[in-house]
DNA sequence: TTTATTCGGAAACGACCATTCCCTATTATC
DNA sequence: GATAATAGGGAATGGTCGTTTCCGAATAAA
């Protein structure tokens, strides 16, 4: 069931909600429509149950990337380079979920809007804990303002999965080391 | 006319394209069924034109934001926080055109993706083109690289987008004052 | 072995979509 | 003033959508 609804989330975020109709769910999810609607009340509640399961991947993904740092500067680059990672190529052309949801439903549909919301304010503080690390051990200097710098952060990543969708080239270190100036 | 593509325009920013139907259209641009297929090929034809109108229009919001400006450094903030403010409130509520393309419809649809990368293209270039104007004047260091800065500009601004579509508050001085730091 | 129950599959249904067609005014032309 | 031409309005249409319902197979209980 948890494969199935991978398959569902790869065609939500390749395809957004509005155009990917419940055939091309069956056909991706190899299952028969009266299955599904016996798994997921409706397509809605399909949508809803891939975007939950795409944000505890990718919450736990930036995680494990964040951990490969020795302090709050590292940890905080190595954030922004794994999120140029997943802007490019196949994974993004697929798509970032959040962002797409942001765009397509968060202006139409309030329990999509208030995931949306939480999931942003839950990266940007994610964002700002690692700052406020690396001041703490004496990687970034004291002055940064967390909030505002992790505030536009969350535009940088944002606005990269844009980008990466209209598949224009990142250039990972030259876009992270750029924006790490950020933290002088 | 203008003024009834004006309305369609309004409609695709607010929904996108897949979830405005004809008699969302129709209903906007006070036009019949049969004076939109008159006037316009087929929906995505509506579409294409007011993905026209909207990046000329916004194109000469964001010169004019540029020419308030004494050298290439004002010019390029007044630009940015020009982002900022149509990120915000009901113009941020009704979202970006191009963002929105971006996001649903250049996976799918290679006519709009072309135009998304086209004018993704000519913004990073005109953000370029005023990094170079500051460093001419002796507002921006000379080593601050023009194309790699002038991406991850592009990524700020798109991402204002996506967080202003989600409603979160973003604070124009506060925000742009950081990011200035990617000029030192 | 028989019965009850759960599960997946496919056909059926009503609603709505994009598009076409036709009709009616209104304007321009002679 | 009559007529041709055009623009706009709205009903009709074929197709597809999301959803429901029904049916058969497989499994567990008795």
Redesign the pocket.
Known sequence: MDTALDRALRVFRERGYHA????DLTAAMR?????V???FR???AVFLAAFERYTAVRGEQTRSAAARGGNGRERLRNVLLSYVEHSQGVEGRRGCLVVGSAVELSAVDPAVRARVSAQLETNENFIAGLIREGQADGSIPGHVDADDTARLMICITQGMRVVGKARLPLDGPRLVGVAMKLLA
Do not use: E, N, R
């Open positions: 990917t109709s419940i055939g299952l028969a429509t009266g299955s609607y016996k798994a409706d397509k809605h």
